[in-house]
């Protein structure tokens, strides 16, 4: 039972365009919503966050929305630099902070110079 | 650097025998989560400690246990391995206060 699912396994996008990564969810508990990159042989980096009273938040190049009703998120980063290139993890949390996440299956992006 | 310290880096080691992975959490985080990541799949919660005591426990096998010791760092043991838990395995801590978790950079498992 895939709880976060990105069904992108993989994006390609030109350098200094616009790069939307995409994470849908099914469980209607999950009240905190993250995004982090991985670079080859290290762990995840967080990214960016989202509480559910929220539909955006916004950080410098990248913003995530929350589309509740569709329990889908998605992650815009502009412009995309090739230093972006990485798997993107979407995660998720319910209940109380501390809690553990799960994520989705990653997205690579890959941004061309 | 998030902090969050994992040795070793990389073992491998034979199929039937006993590994330890050992997890140093980010000073003051109380909370310690195991994750699993095989080839090109997604992390896949294991187990969660908090503060000494197993707080939550995902798709952990049984030849796999944990433990939180006193001072706060994490181990993992994982038994009579087979090939197919050929992974990376990665720490996480967190705050009670924070919401997310700070990786590690992962302890890569090769079973022969």
């Known amino acids: 039972d895939q709880q976060v699912k990105q069904n992108s396994p993989s994006l390609s996008v030109q350098e200094g365009r616009i790069s939307i990564l995409n994470c849908d969810y099914t469980?209607?508990?999950?009240?905190?919503f993250l995004w982090y990159k991985k670079y080859p042989a290290e762990g995840p980096t967080f990214l960016i966050s989202?509480?559910?009273?929220?539909d955006k938040n916004e950080d410098g190049r990248f913003t995530v929305f929350l589309n509740k009703s569709a329990k889908h998120l998605s992650l815009h980063i502009v412009p995309s630099q090739p230093g972006d290139s990485a798997v993107y993890f979407c995660?998720?949390?319910?209940?109380?902070?501390?809690?553990?996440?799960?994520f989705g299956e990653g997205t690579q992006l890959t941004v061309n110079p | 650097d998030s902090g969050v310290t994992q040795t070793p880096k990389h073992l491998i080691t034979a199929t039937g025998q006993r590994v330890t992975l050992r997890c140093s959490p980010r000073?003051?985080?109380?909370?310690v989560y195991w994750y699993q990541q095989s080839l090109d799949q997604g992390l896949q919660f294991l187990i969660q400690?908090?503060?000494?005591?197993?707080?939550a426990k995902g798709n952990i096998l049984e030849r796999f246990s944990a433990q939180q010791f006193p001072d706060l760092h994490s181990e993992l043991n994982l038994s009579s391995l087979e090939l197919g838990d050929s992974a990376l395995y990665f720490c996480?801590?967190?705050?009670?206060?924070?919401?997310?978790?700070?990786f590690g950079q992962g302890t890569r498992l090769t079973v022969v």
């Open positions: 995660a998720a949390s319910e209940g109380a902070s501390g809690s553990r996440l799960t």
């Open positions: 989202i509480s559910s009273i929220k």
């Open positions: 996480a801590s967190s705050s009670q206060q924070g919401f997310g978790a700070f």
């Open positions: 000073s003051g985080d109380l909370s």
């Open positions: 400690y908090y503060n000494g005591e197993e707080r």
């Open positions: 469980n209607s508990m999950f009240d905190y």
